[in-house]
T-cell receptor, first 111, second 115 residues
Framework: GENVEQHPSTLSVQEGDSAVIKCTYS??????FPWYKQELGKRPQLIID?????GEKKDQRIAVTLNKTAKHFSLHITETQPEDSAVYFC??????????FGTGTRLQVFP | EAGVAQSPRYKIIEKRQSVAFWCNPI?????LYWYQQILGQGPKLLIQ????????DSQLPKDRFSAERLKGVDSTLKIQPAKLEDSAVYLC?????????????FGPGTRLTVT
């Protein structure tokens, strides 16, 4: 079936460094790619999203890039801070509005 | 605006018992989703409603799970009878429409433990 692969599963960085999380999807018709941040015991919260007609989107320290030909997209966090520590999930649409989530990346930012 | 509300927040039951979860979406949101999130995994869609109609329930284990959204607003998800593997967080989400991909707003979830 359709799936979204996410790597790495864990990522540890020093405060101030950059972090990159990568996802690949299988449905070539996917057209919406959100990223969610989930802190321990809390709800997933959207941090950034990108649609298929755009190759890159940036919001302060967070950016997302999309390569539709290769069917992969990435989350870039610059100048990481301890409060960035959380589990990050990528997702891609299936059949226009159904979201398929990746398996998550646990990011730890050490002071 | 008020967010997606869910209750209860936690539930512990024994296997073969029944349990029900309630969700109140953001006012005006036509689309409502129920997800199952097993520890260490991403959310998996169980069922999607557009107003009070089911859009997608292909991943819902219909022999034990049921869901309804009678008046197109609140929704309930029921498990009867529960199995050990049903232990998970059940997340409800809503979005304004499913015509185009829109941000899904998640509720706080109900953590179910089946013993």
């Amino acid at each position: 079936g359709e799936n979204v692969e996410q790597h790495p599963s864990t990522l540890s960085v020093q405060e101030g460094d950059s972090a990159v999380i990568k996802c690949t999807y299988s449905d070539s018709a996917s057209n919406y790619f959100p990223w969610y941040k989930q802190e321990l015991g809390k709800r997933p919260q959207l941090i950034i999203d990108i649609r298929s007609n755009v190759g890159e989107k940036k919001d302060q320290r967070i950016a997302v890039t999309l390569n539709k030909t290769a069917k992969h997209f990435s989350l870039h966090i610059t100048e990481t801070q301890p409060e960035d520590s959380a589990v990050y999930f990528c997702a891609a649409t299936l059949n226009t509005d159904k979201l398929i989530f990746g398996t998550g990346t646990r990011l730890q930012v050490f002071p | 605006e008020a967010g997606v509300a869910q209750s209860p927040r936690y539930k512990i039951i024994e296997k073969r018992q029944s349990v029900a979860f309630w969700c109140n979406p953001i006012s005006g949101h036509a689309t409502l989703y129920w997800y199952q999130q097993i520890l260490g995994q991403g959310p998996k869609l169980l069922i999607q409603f557009q107003n009070n109609g089911v859009v997608d329930d292909s991943q819902l284990p219909k022999d034990r799970f049921s869901a309804e959204r009678l008046k197109g607003v609140d929704s309930t998800l029921k498990i009867q009878p529960a199995k050990l593997e049903d232990s998970a967080v059940y997340l409800c989400a809503s979005s304004p429409t499913s015509v185009q991909p829109y941000e899904q707003y998640f509720g706080p979830g109900t953590r179910l433990t089946v013993t």
